[in-house]
């Protein structure tokens, strides 16, 4: 049986000492040796979620120093800090109306605690009129909140034109003058008798 003579070496793969365009050419090489499977899952290998101390102390202090922002946001009337019921330009223009001002409900709170000790006296007069006087002081602060739902309404109008004024506003100042003024949130931020343009 004849042999078939052996296939001569291809061309196509370089050739070490082979140059092509000036640059020698070497056939290609790893250079390391190839992983093992344990070496390949082990580098895979990881938790799903940080289970460390360290991780969670980190990611507390980080949401606390959020909310720590959020809070002296929403404190000095940043829009983007604020709730939905406190944004926009109308409802900043209500706020330093109500602020601007004095208002006889900041006055219920403190009215209320007076009634209440005043029902520790033994004598029947003072609890008595204690009532009476605290009931026609309600009556001058449901006033004032009338009067001045009216004249923020009015102002707003003016401000802002007649068809752009959002509903509600009335009843948004109405609510801020009866809280005290240290505890109003957001802040209050012009002085009395310091009207807002």
């Known amino acids: 049986m004849a042999k078939t003579p052996a296939a001569p070496a291809s061309n196509d793969a370089p050739s070490e000492g082979t140059v092509l365009n000036g640059v020698p050419l070497t056939p290609p090489t790893k250079g390391r ?31 606390a120093a959020q909310r720590e922002k959020a809070r002296l946001g929403m404190a000095a009337g940043e829009d ?51 009532f009476i006087g605290l009931w026609i002081f309600i009556l001058f602060v449901i006033g004032d ?5 009216i004249r923020i309404k009015q102002a707003a109008k003016k401000k802002f034109g007649e068809d752009r004024v959002e ?6 100042g109405a609510m801020r003058i009866i809280q005290m003024r240290f505890m109003r949130l957001p802040k209050p931020q012009v002085k009395r008798g310091q009207h807002p343009a």
């Open 33 to 63: 040796p190839t992983p093992t499977r344990a070496e390949q899952e082990a580098a895979r290998r990881r938790p799903l979620v940080a289970d460390t101390k360290e991780a969670k102390a980190r990611n507390k202090s980080e949401l």
């Open 80 to 130: 983007k800090y604020l709730p939905v019921r406190d944004k926009g330009p109308q409802r900043k223009f209500v706020r330093d109306f109500i602020d601007s001002g004095w208002h006889l409900g900041e006055a219920v709170m403190p009215a209320m605690v007076l009634v209440i000790l005043a029902t520790f006296v033994p004598l029947p007069a003072i609890q008595y009129y204690s």
């Open 145 to 149: 909140m009338i009067i001045s739902a």
């Open 167 to 172: 509903k509600g506003l009335g009843w948004y």
